[in-house]
């Protein structure tokens, strides 16, 4: 439910203050703002390619009239309250089940009794999981993604250790076939691999990483990511895949502060990855409808250490 608990309070975020966004890979979130259109700097997991123009779920939306952002005054309260939104989100985490049954974790994997035969998962998929294979990462050069990535982490940046292991099959191209959603957890770092089947090969899709409360994202069972950030105002993107793996931006929520220190607020939105074709926001109870048509439910976790095929060492 975790993931759905968080959407809910980004939600009330927006509603609140204007608050989120969805994007990809976000990198080692230190001092600025990662930015959806570049991969990474230096991270082994970088950030996704800009989500392209493509035909999306959301058609009955496509028709909304352009207009230029309205602007709205918000009191440092506000933006206060924007920030505490996005950190109260990322903390509810916490109540994740992977985390909770982390504390006994070496209990579950000794006594475990199931196989990952057992879910009738695509072969490609049980063999990363249980450590035969890794994937080519496709956004940083010569480096590959794999079940134990959470070691290099731990070693060099001293990020991950003791981390929950999970994951989820979810379709997220809406060709009837689940992808594989693997995802490491030890708050507030946690890093995502989407991962899927082309032809005979393992694939990566995306990469979702954070290391911050102001940083989130998430996946639902209709497979929708999003991806929420407060660090210079506040922004929310939703966005599926297409049947190659590629991104495809469905909306775009946006609150920004155009003049440092204004302490005025543009509060808009745009669809398709189409920025130049902003919508004024006018009311939560368009937002509300808006994003009404990205919901979805939390997805089956897995928990890793549940499985007695899937290797802790």
Not at 113 to 118: G, M
Not at 173 to 190: A, H, K, M, Q, T
Not at 220 to 230: A, F
Not at 277 to 300: F, H, R, T
Request: proline fraction near 5%.
């Amino acid at each position: 439910m975790v993931d759905f608990i968080k959407a809910k309070m980004i939600l009330a975020g927006i509603i609140l203050g204007g608050i989120l966004t969805l994007s990809s890979c976000g990198l080692q979130e230190r001092e600025d703002v990662p930015n959806p259109s570049k991969s990474g700097e230096e991270s082994k997991y970088t950030e996704e390619p800009q989500a392209g123009d493509g035909e999306t779920a959301t058609k009955s939306l496509s028709g909304m009239t352009e207009a230029m952002p309205e602007t709205v005054e918000a009191t440092p309260e506000t933006v206060e309250a924007m920030s505490e939104t996005v950190e109260a989100m990322s903390e509810t985490a916490s109540e994740n089940p992977t985390e909770e049954d982390n504390i006994d974790a070496s209990d579950l994997h000794d006594g475990a009794e199931a196989y990952l035969a057992d879910l009738d998962i695509p072969p490609l998929y049980a063999a990363f999981l249980r450590n035969e294979i890794s994937v080519p990462n496709p956004f940083v050069p010569d480096s590959e993604l794999s079940f134990f990535d959470d070691r290099d982490y731990a070693q060099v940046e001293h990020v991950f250790e003791d981390a929950a292991k999970s994951f989820a099959l979810v379709d997220v191209n809406n060709d009837g076939v689940p992808e594989l959603i693997f995802r490491i957890y030890s708050s507030p770092d946690e890093l995502m691999y989407i991962l899927g089947i082309q032809g005979d090969q393992l694939i990566c899709y995306d990469v979702q990483e954070t290391h911050t409360f102001r940083i989130s994202f998430w996946i639902n069972d209709i497979g929708i990511v999003t991806w929420g950030q407060n660090y210079d105002g506040a922004e929310m993107i939703c966005y599926t895949y297409d049947n190659d793996g590629s991104p495809l931006e469905l909306i775009h929520f946006v609150w920004e502060e155009p003049d440092a220190d204004s302490g005025v607020y543009e509060r808009y939105y745009y669809m398709d990855g189409d920025e130049a074709a902003k919508c004024i926001l006018q009311n939560d109870e368009e937002y509300e409808a808006l994003v009404s048509s990205y919901e979805g439910g939390e997805p089956e976790w897995f928990f890793c250490d549940s499985f007695a095929d899937i290797p802790r060492e």
